[in-house]
């Protein structure tokens, strides 16, 4: 059965830090791409983050700089570190795996954790 498991969100002061884990199981972890996508109210899911399964990373562009994703393949756990947190970051986070195996793909998701920003 395959599960993420988000956890780490919460309500934090603007500059502030979080670190978001996700806990993977289920699948070959390793073989896939990890996301991080969120979801503010009344706007469309956006991607923050990915991590290929060597370790390359890609950004959106307002995260760069603040933001960082990891993974520890030994753990089957991706990692979001948030710095200097805004309010406008402000959203539901869900983690995401990805792979692309000839004609099929596989994604799944996790239940997201919610990260709120505000003094």
């Known amino acids: 059965q395959v599960q993420l498991v988000e956890s780490g969100g919460g309500l934090v002061q603007p500059g502030r830090s979080l670190r978001l884990s996700c806990a993977a199981s289920?699948?070959?972890?390793?073989?896939?791409?990890m996301n991080w996508y969120r979801q503010a109210p009344g706007k469309e899911r956006e991607l923050v983050a990915s991590?290929?399964?060597?370790?390359?990373?890609n950004y959106a562009d307002s995260m760069k700089g603040r933001f960082t994703i990891s993974r520890d393949n030994a753990k089957n756990t991706v990692y979001l570190q948030m710095n200097s947190l805004k309010p406008e970051d402000t959203a539901v986070y869900y983690c995401?795996?990805?792979?692309?195996?000839?004609?099929?793909?596989?994604?799944?998701w996790g239940q997201g954790t919610q990260v709120t920003v505000s003094s």
């Open positions: 991590i290929t399964s060597g370790g390359t990373t």
């Open positions: 995401n795996a990805a792979r692309t195996l000839g004609r099929n793909e596989f994604r799944y």
């Open positions: 289920g699948f070959a972890f390793s073989n896939y791409v």
